[in-house]
């Protein structure tokens, strides 16, 4: 196909229909055409989304039914051309769900979930399709596409056949029987915790309250009011009730009760017990993927992954194991130490871990958040970013003038990027800083519109949501440490976006243990010496963070580790004897958890961070199963890729090691194999050192140095 005839064949694709529904319609304006933020209006959002979905299936219809045979223009380039006025639709929708939410926009989502689920299974059981999707990939296997189509080719090719598209139609049959099966499983899961922790509720009187700090006794006494125990105090059974509560609490006897509640969930031989929910979710698993000739489930979920195989994952988890255990040994005899020393006349046992922990803390690394807080001004930290921006990546970030790029709210403000040396746009970057009711929780990154050059080059619309405290007008904003780090890592995430340079929109897709790495690698430079000194200032003298207290928030971040990385490696752990174990070996998850962690040689002072009855990231669904483990993947390469920068004659500041940076691990997103892209950065496979040393773990010893 000749480029004209690509182009042509591309706008008659997308854009044959001039819609009447803003939601629909092309984005115009400057920076190569914005949302139209201004014109949002809830009751067109309904038919929008149904008419965009309606689009996208009859582009898919019109491709599986071509009559030609199959060439990666006719079908992969078609599939990546189409759909476009729905990719429009579902921004307006994110920004409802998450930025605007109201009862409203609720009720139409509830409405329209299970037309998306239905939209979604018609794309990805589209027999037809597969078929010729199978014809590109066969083909390309004899006689190789250029890069970038071929892995295009490669990701749709796998995708589709991890969810079965390639089994016979008696397998396929049991195959969606086995998913809707499992659909219901898995909402019973998170049910039965769910009714668990709504169920068991401590409520305490005046005279239990020792240790607990004004803000949480505030909340207990609002927590048991709406719960109509007025004048009394409601621990609830939630982690934000009950961690809190075991670290400040002097009642022992209800810290033990407390714990204990907590940690059976679910798991109380009731009607809510979720064990034999567990077997039956393996058994289900396990057949699945059995259908499709793997041996279990890790091996069919992990091959693409950076991890790629079950071993992969378990031969980090077990070289970071024994360290953690060591770790946990030594924090044990500090405490009973403590212990001691106020003759508590005790023996250290898990609902006393935290709260000794807190007061070994307090001795010796002691500090004052408040004064922390002193030299994080929201302000300056938004031109730290930038400024880390234009040092790593080339880039320049300009204010819009006021009013000329739409936005949803009048907190949200805009900044045009471009780069600093061929004075090229790059995009846009939204900020939407402070927290209001509507909007969800936490921080997080998205992009309305990411780059891609099939088509002609697209303009990144990137950007961060905080839920800061919006200061009174006149006052500065002052965050924490914690939350400073997080706009930095929501940043990375934008980063990553804004610097894509890959050619379809597919090799945009993210690695689940690989997508975290950029984001929590672009923390590091919050506390690096130009950071520090430029944008770091006390709100009232302007002097920059002083070095003591800088080293005092480095040290406190070791502290404690072993308790963390060992309750962490616990469940991932379990996570996979759980799926490379044959189903029937399984028997009582009662048991097998028991067994397996004595194997493991848990301590007795620590349990896992989720018990089995209760991991409902492994079995409330599938996003996490097999998948807990990633967390540690994505912090070995964030530690690595740090002391690269380290150990380099520019620090994290050098020029070459910022180039191979952008160059190899934000630039290529999924264009290149993740394991590929960050041995070009490195000359080698990450190793775990680097994590040991950042956790105060001892790195293991080598054969040799090289
Ligand atoms: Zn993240």
Redesign the pocket.
């Given at each position: 196909m000749s480029a004209q005839e690509k182009n042509q064949h591309a706008t008659e694709m997308t854009e044959k229909q001039n819609f009447s529904n803003p939601l629909l319609q092309k984005w115009n304006g400057p920076y190569g055409g914005v949302p139209a933020f201004n014109k949002m209006d809830l009751q067109q959002l309904k038919p929008a989304m149904e008419e965009a979905m309606k689009l996208h299936l009859e582009q898919i219809e019109a491709i599986a039914n071509n009559k030609k045979p199959a060439t990666f223009e006719n079908t992969i380039l078609a599939m990546e051309s189409a759909g476009k006025p729905l990719d429009r639709v579902f921004t307006y929708y994110g920004i409802w769900s998450s930025n605007l939410s109201s009862p409203e926009f609720r009720e139409i989502q509830q409405v329209l979930a299970p037309e998306i689920s239905d939209y979604s299974s018609k794309i990805s059981q589209n027999e037809k399709l597969f078929k010729r999707i199978k014809a590109v990939y066969d083909k390309s296997k004899k006689e190789p596409l250029e890069a970038d189509q071929q892995r295009v080719v490669q990701l749709i090719y796998e995708n589709f056949a991890m969810e079965g598209a390639n089994l016979d139609a008696k397998a396929k049959e049991r195959y969606a029987a086995i998913n809707k099966e499992l659909s219901k499983l898995y909402t019973d899961f998170s049910n039965n915790i769910l009714a668990d922790e709504e169920n068991y509720v401590e409520y305490l009187n005046e005279d239990q309250l020792g240790g607990l700090p004004d803000s949480f006794v505030k909340a207990a006494a609002k927590a048991a009011q709406d719960r109509d125990h007025d004048g009394e105090y409601a621990i609830t059974n939630s982690r934000s009730s009950m961690d809190p509560f075991l670290t400040y609490s002097t009642e022992r006897e209800l810290r033990e009760k407390v714990w204990k509640t907590y940690y059976s969930r679910a798991d109380n031989g009731d009607k809510y017990d979720n064990n034999e929910n567990i077997v039956k979710i393996l058994k289900l698993r396990d057949e699945r993927v059995e259908l499709m000739g793997y041996d279990n489930f890790a091996e069919w979920r992990l091959q693409n992954r950076m991890a790629k195989n079950p071993e992969n994952a378990m031969n980090l988890m077990n070289a970071v194991w024994p360290a953690a255990l060591a770790r946990v040994e030594e924090e044990v005899a500090d405490m009973q130490a403590l212990a001691d020393a106020e003759d508590a006349n005790i023996t250290i046992k898990p609902w006393d871990y935290r709260y000794y922990a807190e007061k070994v803390r307090k001795d010796k690394y002691d500090l004052d958040s408040d004064e922390v807080k002193q030299y994080l001004q929201l302000d300056n930290l938004t031109q730290a970013l930038f400024f880390t921006a234009g040092e790593l990546f080339n880039f320049d970030f300009t204010p819009v003038e006021e009013g000329s790029v739409p936005v949803f709210h009048p907190d949200v403000k805009v900044w045009e990027v471009t780069d600093k040396t061929s004075k090229k746009l790059i995009g846009l970057w939204y900020l939407d800083p402070y927290g209001r009711k509507g909007k969800r929780s936490g921080a997080?990154?998205t992009t309305y519109r990411s780059y891609t050059n099939y088509e002609g080059e697209e303009t990144v619309l990137a950007s961060n949501n905080s839920n800061f405290v919006k200061p009174a007008s006149g006052e500065v904003s002052l965050v924490s440490w914690d939350d400073a780090e997080t706009f930095f890592?929501?940043f990375?995430?934008a980063l990553h976006f804004l610097s894509a340079d890959v050619k379809y929109p597919t090799l945009q897709s993210g690695v689940r243990d690989y997508?975290?790495f950029q984001?929590?690698l672009l923390e590091r430079w919050l506390s690096t010496d130009k950071v520090i000194e430029k944008f770091l200032l006390n709100a009232k003298t302007g002097e920059p963070m002083p070095a003591e207290l800088v080293a005092k928030i480095k040290k406190a971040s070791t502290f404690n580790q072993g308790f963390a990385t060992t309750e962490f490696l616990a469940s991932a752990l379990m996570d996979m004897k759980y799926h490379t174990t044959d189903p029937d070996k399984i028997g009582d998850p009662r048991t097998f958890e028991k067994e397996t962690l004595k194997d493991l040689n848990m301590p007795e002072e620590i349990v896992m961070r989720h018990r089995s009855p209760h991991f409902g990231h492994v079995f409330s669904g599938e996003g996490y199963a097999t998948g807990y483990y990633g967390y540690l993947w994505a912090d070995v390469l964030t530690a690595d890729a740090a002391e690269a920068f380290a150990n380099a004659p520019g620090g994290f500041y050098d020029k070459e090691v910022a180039h191979k940076l952008v160059k190899f691990l934000f630039a290529p997103r999924n264009a290149m194999d993740p394991a590929e892209a960050y041995k070009k950065f490195r000359g080698r496979d990450a190793n775990i050192d680097a994590l040991m040393r950042d956790r105060g773990f001892p790195v293991p010893a080598k054969e040799e140095n090289k």
């Open positions: 997080w990154a890592h929501e990375g995430h997508t975290e984001s929590q």
